[in-house]
C-alpha cells in the first residue's frame, strides 16, 4: 500500500493558481502511476489528470486541458498539479491516487491508493 499526503490546497480568486503536491512513501513510488481527482459536496469524484509511472505519459479532462498540468519528480516520491486560470467551479476537493502499473485511466476504480484529499476554493 502507498500512503499518499496532498499539499498545497488553499484560497484563490479566480483566475489565479495553485500548485498541489502529493508525497507518497511506503512503496515505490516509480512503480505506480499517477492520478488526480476532485469531488464537490454531493457529487461524484471526478477524474482531472493522470500520469504514467515514468512521467511519459499524460491525459487530462478536457475541462481543465491547457489550464492543468500534471508533473511527477520520482527522486522525490512526488507528483504535483501545476493549476492556471482558476474557475470558481473548480472549488472542490483535490485527490491524490495511485495505481499500480505503468499506466492509469480516468476510471477511479483503477487506482489502488488514494489520499486524504486538500481543499481548493476559488472565489469569484
Known amino acids: 500500500q502507498v500512503q499518499l499526503v496532498e499539499s498545497g490546497g488553499g484560497l484563490v480568486q479566480a483566475g489565479g493558481s495553485l500548485r498541489l503536491s502529493c508525497v507518497a512513501s511506503?512503496?515505490?513510488?516509480?512503480?505506480?502511476?499517477m492520478g488526480w481527482f476532485r469531488q464537490a459536496p454531493g457529487k461524484e469524484r471526478e477524474f482531472v489528470t493522470a500520469?504514467?509511472?515514468?512521467?511519459?505519459?499524460?491525459s487530462y479532462a478536457d475541462s481543465v486541458k491547457g489550464r492543468f498540468t500534471i508533473s511527477r519528480d520520482n527522486a522525490k516520491n512526488t507528483v504535483y498539479l501545476q493549476m492556471n486560470s482558476l474557475k470558481p467551479e473548480g472549488t472542490d476537493v483535490y485527490y491524490c491516487?495511485?495505481?499500480?502499473?505503468?499506466?492509469?485511466?480516468?476510471?477511479?476504480?483503477?487506482?489502488?491508493?488514494w489520499g486524504q484529499g486538500t481543499q481548493v476554493t476559488v472565489s469569484p
Open positions: 491516487a495511485a495505481a499500480r502499473g505503468p499506466y492509469s485511466g480516468s476510471d477511479r476504480y483503477d487506482y489502488d491508493d
Open positions: 500520469i504514467s509511472w515514468s512521467g511519459g505519459g499524460t
Open positions: 511506503g512503496r515505490t513510488f516509480s512503480n505506480y502511476a
